[in-house]
């Protein structure tokens, strides 16, 4: 299976945040780096930079699984690329949000609601429960796994109600938050999960590999179509007719 | 209540269409008509031709509920407009989609799918069973009713799983379309309703008029926010403190 | 309205518990105080001792709100009772159940599922958050609300996927949990509520009785039906016909 | 994988009745005939006579799908097999649930609500709209197909809304009805397919045998458990502990 990582990159090489030393060939790379370990996933990577070169159409309908990390540059995405993606996904492309692209255009057209959060920057504990032990994204994965510090997202969590949420997770701070949520859009099967900010080796944390690996699996059509968009006009069914 | 009534306004006024003989002032009119019976329903309306005045920030602040029929003229509504409605449902505000406004740019950005379908224009009878007789948009309706005649709509419907099917249409032609659907989103509730094809007095029709009227009253907020876009920043929550 | 309390009532008549110290008359008391300040609200209570004559069908059929609390003697429900339970509530009769109740045997009959979950006791602090601040349930609460000491309640919770998750839980120990969540189930409205263990105050806390106040509002029914058990026969559906 | 078919298998040893013509070794017969053809599904058959020794809790443990055909005597099922299915989807067993068996005690339980429908014999025709065509079950599937004669079911079914509807039914007579229905269900997956009135030959319909096999592989379990109906008491979470 091909899957897409796209990182927005820009806080990897801004010399002064944290995110470079922790990700030095950008959080695509250290994702990237695990899913190739699977031999039958390969992996291709595009950042803001080359956004547009690197999310056409033709590169979609070839990738089975996008994945998203983006923050401080939902807007430079352009609206197009955002519409690709949205189209891909309801054409049957699986798609997985991490983190901060909870804001991120392609999430926001698919959910159509705010995706609003209250947040926190304090090196909290996170423990992310599964509350959806028999769901596929949780194989392997003990009653809880804890990440050592993150950045806080708290509820409400302005989504519409998740299909399945598979895990809530716990702050030392006082907040709750749906960390990973799934839901049908077309053909195509979306999974957001919560944890990742930048300053935090989150995505080298075996559990959180585990999540991912996962959801890239589920994710992956079985089947896709093309021109969900339109809107067929056949002529009247009869009797005996059972095909268009 | 205040109801904000929004309607394309083109067919009815084109001298070549049905439209204008069965709605001389309007589809908007003939709805406002029989809502504008209840002693405590106000009615507005706007049409293609003045959206840009006739739906704005402060209007929609004011508004309880907003019906919208489009059909043909759905990329000539402002993107702007369109996001305002949005926001506005998000924050609160009650929408009610009718016929081909499954292709509104306001319905499909509330709901982030393809929203096709198929169609057929025939003259079909209709009839729209009642699938769940409890909900509030049912009150008053018989086990199904009858439309003589209507556009043709069929499976598969382009929605994301609506939290619940009110009304299920059988067609005459041999189709079955899921024509009465709520979804939850953010603060505001979203009925789409499928009835409703220019060239015949739909909208005359008792049982559609207590549709409308039901899902007028079902969608009408009772607590609404503000800035649902925002995603607040508050401190660590600790014992005794229960509030922002 | 009307609205029927049942409560086991044998903690608090345990001289060897401290609920009987906290809840002197019963939590089914405690409960109808608070509720009978609306003047609007009438209740009647009924306790494991006298259930089957207190919970008949006739007795249902007139009450639009059951509210219980269950927790060691389940298994002396007789059967007969979470039938009528069951169907009520199918036929249009809104139910809240709390903390233990969990494992009623009404509530497990209009689950299907274990409704399993894991718990600790041991006074943990607990913070509700309102994930779903436009639901109803959650008129009047801040973000969150405080509940000082209660026993834990934590995840996977053997639940069908709510249809709304109003409130989730945050537990000092670690823990977390769908604390407030709502079912349809047939014409009638299911919420569970999970605060709320004996031995602790927590029914004379502020924020917890507006929940339970909103909720039977909530779940009081608008219609109801009877005889929901029944598989009717009518004879085809023909052209002008739209009535049984 | 194996599969169990429990049918009622009286009709078809009912000389007055046409059901054993159509199925001469009864209607489990005629399905495992269809599915023994996968080289990967093994398949045991039971029916009502040896119901008790047939469904215990070893043979289900064995079972990874249950398709499920009864009608006039669910009541003859014991309660015990009734809940020992019941528990066995909750620890991951798949089940199909087919035709009559809306009123199963097992189907039942697993719902919860009165799973009540309106029904017709006589011959109409049933067109099966595919309704959600990404989904596994509608894979092979065209957008419809016919099944000659059927008995009637129509709407409200008294279902919990289904996690999705993969297929609709519309019927010559004006009925329609939601014919192909999934739910989550603890760790099992159910589907209940509507088609197969015993007097009609049904399971020999190379589109009904396509629903029923993609039904079984779907609701085939990936991971299973045990004891979902206990409720654990672990000590409180820490940091650094991530396991039971």
């Known amino acids: 299976m091909n899957v897409l990582i796209y990182n927005e990159f820009r806080h990897e090489q801004d010399p002064g945040c944290a995110a470079g030393k922790i990700y030095p060939e950008g959080i695509h790379s250290a994702i990237a780096g695990f899913l190739r370990k699977e031999p039958d996933i390969s992996v291709r990577t595009v950042t803001l930079d080359t956004v547009a070169e690197g999310i056409t159409e033709e590169i979609l309908k070839e990738t089975d699984v996008l994945i998203w990390w983006g923050h401080m540059n939902h807007a430079d995405v352009p609206d197009r690329v ?28 698919l959910m159509g609601t705010s995706c609003s959060l209250i947040w926190r920057e304090s090196d909290d504990l996170e423990r992310v429960w599964v509350s959806a032990p028999y769901h596929p994204i949780a194989a392997g994965l003990d009653r809880f796994f804890e990440i050592p510090a993150d950045e806080t997202y708290g509820e409400p969590f302005g989504i519409p109600t998740p ?13 709750v938050f749906r960390s990973g949520c799934t839901w049908q859009r077309g053909w195509g099967k979306v ?7 930048e300053t935090y080796p989150i995505y080298y944390d075996p559990n959180v590999q585990t999540v991912i690996r996962n959801a890239v699996r589920w994710a992956k059509p079985e089947r896709r179509t093309e021109n969900c968009m339109d ?4 002529p009247k069914a009869h009797t005996g007719m059972s095909t268009v």
Not at 191 to 197: D, E, L, S, T, V
Request: proline share 8%; aromatic share 14%; hydrophobic share 40%.
């Open 82 to 109: 955002a519409e690709l993606v949205q189209e891909a996904v309801l054409n049957g492309m699986g798609a997985v949000f991490l983190h901060s692209a909870h804001k991120s255009k392609p999430f926001m057209r």
């Open 163 to 175: 299909d399945e949420t598979v895990l809530i997770g716990w702050f030392t701070g006082g907040e």
């Open 231 to 234: 809107c067929p006009n056949p």
């Open 191 to 197: 999974f957001y999960f919560q944890p990742g900010h």
